[in-house]
């Protein structure tokens, strides 16, 4: 089973910016896609972002659609969120997650622990 660990979350005001890392500890990492989900206060879990094994195929959310930017370094077994042009309604605690592509959680198999985003207006 992969391990996942998040971090680069913080407070930022509407409008920053922020960078999300997620380190895998396995060589396996470069074998799998990775995705971003968030989840707010009150909520379920929602899919922000996913990258296929290679890189080559890259997914969003209509919500994040042109602000966020999810890459990877298959040497360093690290996946990267970048994310832009924040808005208060980003606030949420934000998870990495390792499976096949997807939008859904259902297509992961294992998870991070989450790094928390807040956004203020």
């Known amino acids: 089973q992969v391990q996942l660990v998040e971090s680069g979350g913080g407070l930022v005001q509407g409008g920053g910016s922020l960078r999300l890392s997620c380190a895998a500890s396995?060589?396996?990492?470069?074998?799998?896609?990775m995705g971003w989900f968030r989840q707010a206060p009150g909520k379920g879990r929602e899919f922000v972002a996913t990258?296929?094994?290679?890189?080559?195929?890259?997914f969003y959310s209509d919500a994040v659609k042109g602000r966020f930017i999810i890459s990877r370094d298959n040497v360093k077994n690290t996946v990267y969120l970048q994310m832009n042009s924040l808005k208060p309604e980003d606030t949420a605690v934000y998870y990495c997650?390792?499976?096949?592509?997807?939008?859904?959680?259902?297509?992961?198999?294992?998870w991070g622990q989450g790094t928390q985003v807040t956004v203020s207006s």
């Open positions: 990258i296929s094994w290679s890189g080559g195929r890259t």
């Open positions: 396995v060589r396996t990492f470069s074998r799998n896609a």
């Open positions: 997650a390792a499976g096949q592509v997807s939008r859904v959680v259902a297509g992961y198999d294992s």
